[in-house]
Nanobody, 115 residues
Framework: QVQLVESGGGLVQLGGSLRLSCTAS????????MHWYRQAPGKQRELVAT???????NYADSVKGRFTISRDNAKNMVYLQMDSLKPEDTAVYYC?????????WGRGTQVTVSS
């Protein structure tokens, strides 16, 4: 079982930056893929970014060029660097791990971008 805890959310102005962190309760070296999702009020949860065990990354079109996902296996952490933030990035951001045929989710961290 993997427990995930997100942190780093907050209130930021248009054009600002935030770095989200996801801390895993176990080693992430064997975890095939780690993801960041987000869910805005009244909308479905959407995939924002993915990083695989081999450090292949993928991004939603809406965040390409602005967000960067990375993983630190030594610290059991995954990060989401968010730059040039827009009001439409406002959402609860969740970390997810794909491991041993199971999906593990964190509880999320709120990101609010004011205009």
């Amino acid at each position: 079982q993997v427990q995930l805890v997100e942190s780093g959310g907050g209130l930021v102005q248009l054009g600002g930056s935030l770095r989200l962190s996801c801390t895993a309760s176990t080693s992430i070296q064997g975890i095939n893929a780690m993801h960041w999702y987000r869910q805005a009020p009244g909308k479905q949860r959407e995939l924002v970014a993915t990083v695989t065990r081999l450090n292949w990354t993928n991004y939603a079109d809406s965040v390409k060029g602005r967000f960067t996902i990375s993983r630190d296996n030594a610290k059991n952490m995954v990060y989401l660097q968010m730059d040039s933030l827009k009001p439409e990035d406002t959402a609860v951001y969740y970390c997810k791990a794909d491991y041993a045929s199971h999906n593990y989710w964190g509880r999320g961290t709120q990101v609010t971008v004011s205009s």
